[in-house]
């Protein structure tokens, strides 16, 4: 007589996850034949999911256990055996059951990517959720283990380990180059991925009430450690809001009045942190004019407060500014030759003298301010 330990033993693993799958399978074939089948699925969010996560490994055992059993003799008397057949009868029945409710065909090997379809159908369709069902609703639809949802928490856990970091500064990025490289790489794949949960929410809400919900509650940190699918969704949506919020104050602060795009957020800060560490370094914007405002700006933001010092600060910029001069008469230009203008007034009046009537250009205006001294 075969020994039930010793088969269980010779499978490694297998014979246990044919037992649960069982189990499994039986819930799921239940939950399919009644009649409010998608509320039904819909409770049990977790059981399909975890069908479908592990059923290639169910496949790969239900074939290697008939392989074992039919080289070394096994018969139904072997437990491992008769389970096999009967996740075998309750697959066959389990893919009928999902054909149907997809309302199409599925070939045998296809019962995976059958179950996620249902689960796709059912769990993400768009419906009416009640105020009072709006966090209980999105711990259904939305799971721990959605891929989408695990890469973006890679990203916000990058995210905080950086800054959540006491910085020196307002206006400073309290990481290395290094570190700053990195985060700009992840950045498009972490933000498009937690854009991506937020969609598949953005679909299943029929009036947008349950993700107003949660881009609220998303504003303020956790105060215990994320577990569940909303609550790691609100910890990747604040760091991500955190993370622009730092790095966009280090702009606004140190590039005013120039408004900077979206496109060159990364390329400014790698900048600036040479700037911020007395490394010679461009812009890298591929625009010289508008590197010559940066440039400018960049210069004007780091003035003394003595203002007697400004010519010796601005004083070696002439070709800078005669660079940006290429963009005279934009917005940015117009708001740089501005805030330019005031300072020549302000070193000037301070002199008891008339400043140069010539203010046409920064060019111009940085001439007037070297003159000063």
Not at 69 to 86: A, F, L, N, Q
Request: net charge positive; with cysteine; proline share 6%.
């Amino acid at each position: 007589m075969v020994d039930d330990a010793s088969v269980r033993v010779a499978l490694e693993g297998r014979a246990e996850l044919l037992d649960a799958t069982l189990l499994r399978y039986r819930a799921l074939v239940n939950a399919l034949k009644a009649w409010r089948w998608k509320a039904r699925l819909r409770a049990n969010a977790a059981l399909i999911q975890e069908v479908a996560r592990v059923q290639d490994d169910v496949d790969e055992a239900l074939e290697l256990v008939l392989k074992r059993g039919r080289i070394e003799g096994w018969d139904r008397s072997v437990p491992v055996m008769s389970t096999r057949e009967k996740v075998e009868t309750l697959r066959a029945e389990l893919l009928s059951l999902i054909s149907n409710r997809l309302d199409r065909p599925l070939p045998n090997e296809a019962l995976r990517p059958g179950i996620e379809a249902l689960e796709t159908q059912v769990l993400t369709a768009p419906r009416l959720v009640l105020p009072g069902q709006r966090w209980s609703t999105a711990h259904q639809v939305l799971p721990a283990n959605v891929p989408e949802l695990q890469r973006a928490v890679w990203f916000a856990r990058r995210a905080e380990a950086l800054f959540g970091r006491p910085s020196n500064g307002p206006a400073r990025l309290p990481m290395s180059l290094e570190e700053l490289d990195d985060f700009v790489e992840a950045w498009s794949d972490g933000n498009a991925s937690l854009d991506a949960v937020w969609q598949r929410l953005i679909r299943i809400d029929a009036t947008g009430a349950m993700v107003r919900f949660l881009r609220k509650r998303a504003r303020r940190s956790l105060t215990t450690p994320p577990k569940t699918g909303p609550e790691l969704l609100l910890y990747c949506e604040f760091w991500r809001s955190m993370a622009i919020a730092r790095m966009d104050q280090v702009l606004d602060e140190k590039l005013s009045p120039i408004e900077w795009r979206e496109a060159e957020r990364f390329q400014l800060l790698r900048w600036l942190w040479h700037r911020e560490h007395n490394l010679t370094s461009k812009p890298a914007l591929k625009d010289e004019p508008r590197e010559g405002l940066f440039e400018l700006a960049a210069a004007l933001g780091e003035l003394p407060k003595a203002v007697e010092r400004a010519p010796l600060v601005l004083g070696g910029l002439i070709p800078v500014a005669r660079q940006a001069d290429r963009l005279r008469g934009g917005d940015d230009w117009k708001r740089l030759h501005d805030e330019l203008r005031l300072l020549v007034r302000v070193v000037w009046s301070s002199r008891k003298v008339r400043a140069p009537e010539l203010q046409e250009t920064l060019e111009d205006l940085v001439r007037a301010l070297r003159d000063s001294a």
